[in-house]
């Protein structure tokens, strides 16, 4: 069904490819992400609730198709659908199906809902394509209300010591994810300027949003005391305002403390728009392959695993993943 080529995921029966990463004629995309979804392809066909952000991203003229989840596009008798990833707002599973054969291609994924993002729909199929950021058995995340309480925490003590707290995270769906959760908890949350430009975006396609204040580099907000929520480019100092500010990060990687403390954060909350170990695991299963493809992360001790349990498993050497920003 599917073949691994120079600019991607290829189906030969449909002639597309899935989320390439050189310019071809028809890309079929699961998410807007700038590792999955690029410049330079002659025609996209995409999640419905994607379209406002991908037009922010790769332009408002690009020649752009969208499906509805669950709804079949058929070519030469393939039928192609999407359904939902659960990773951010708008992010879709690939589910190919011709003459009886089920294949799945992931994308990127979650399990546990996040209150914004459609969630994950557990597909069966012959062969499923999973990604692997977190697969190793020590990334097993808390509950997405405990990092909010963290963070909460976290922002009464700026405010006690005069400090403005700066979260980073990542722009597309784990800016939108701090927004709301604090939101919930009446904290008031400013973005920083591209975050509030995607804000915008997916609100315009259906998502239930509040309206945001939106903050420039380097200007001190007009409300205080506020939290902002920047991109990881917002880090270098040059962007933040010049006033006593403590920096921290929403990322699955703040499992790792370690790396928390040489990027130099005040503080690290374990906020993964990924699945963990467990996530991995269960989707897996719920799919009841025969065959699993795995991509980036860590695909080769996933792929030993699922060996030892007796799938055909298999790593394949893809280009995702590879961002510019902390934003798993």
């Keep these: 069904m599917l073949s691994l080529r120079s600019e991607g995921l290829y189906c030969e029966r449909g002639d597309f490819y899935i989320d390439p990463w050189k310019p071809v004629p028809r890309a079929v995309i699961t998410h807007a992400h700038a590792d999955h979804a690029r410049r330079g392809m002659g025609s996209y ?24 989840f669950g709804q079949k596009y058929y070519i030469r008798g393939l039928a192609l659908s999407f359904h939902p990833a659960g990773h951010i707002p708008g992010s879709a599973q690939v589910r190919l199906e011709y003459r009886g054969e089920v294949w799945v291609v992931s994308g990127d994924y979650k399990i546990c809902p996040d209150g914004l993002s459609h969630s994950f729909e557990p597909l069966t199929c012959h062969t499923f394509i999973t990604e692997s950021t977190f697969g190793l058995p020590l990334f097993q995340f808390p509950e997405q209300n405990t990092v909010f309480g963290q963070m909460e925490t976290w922002y009464r003590r700026c405010v006690l010591s005069g400090e403005l707290p700066v979260v980073l995270a990542y722009s597309l769906g784990k800016a939108q994810r701090v927004f709301l959760g604090l939101h919930k908890k009446g904290i008031p949350v400013a973005l920083h300027s591209t975050v509030w430009e995607t804000h915008e975006a997916l609100r315009k396609n259906g998502f239930g949003l509040p309206v945001a204040q939106r903050w420039f580099a380097r200007k001190i907000p007009a409300e205080m005391p506020v939290l902002i929520a920047a991109p990881g480019a917002a880090r270098a100092g040059r962007f933040l305002p010049k006033i006593p500010h403590q920096l921290a990060a929403a990322s699955g990687w703040m499992h790792l403390r370690g790396l928390r403390r040489r990027a130099g954060y005040e503080m690290g909350f374990v906020l993964s728009d990924h699945a963990d170990w467990n996530g991995l695991l269960f989707a897996i299963q719920e799919t009841k392959a025969e065959q699993v493809w795995i991509t980036h992360g860590y695909s080769d001790a ?27």
Excluded: C, M, W
């Excluded at 379209?51 to 752009?64: A, F, P, Q």
């Design 302 to 328: 996933l792929s030993r695993y699922l060996r030892e349990k007796g799938l055909k498993a298999q790593t394949l050497e893809t280009h995702f993943g590879q961002h510019d920003e902390e934003n798993e």
């Design 45 to 68: 066909l995409a999640p419905f609730y994607s379209k406002n952000v991908l037009k922010l991203r790769l332009g408002k003229n690009i020649h752009l198709d969208t499906l509805p």
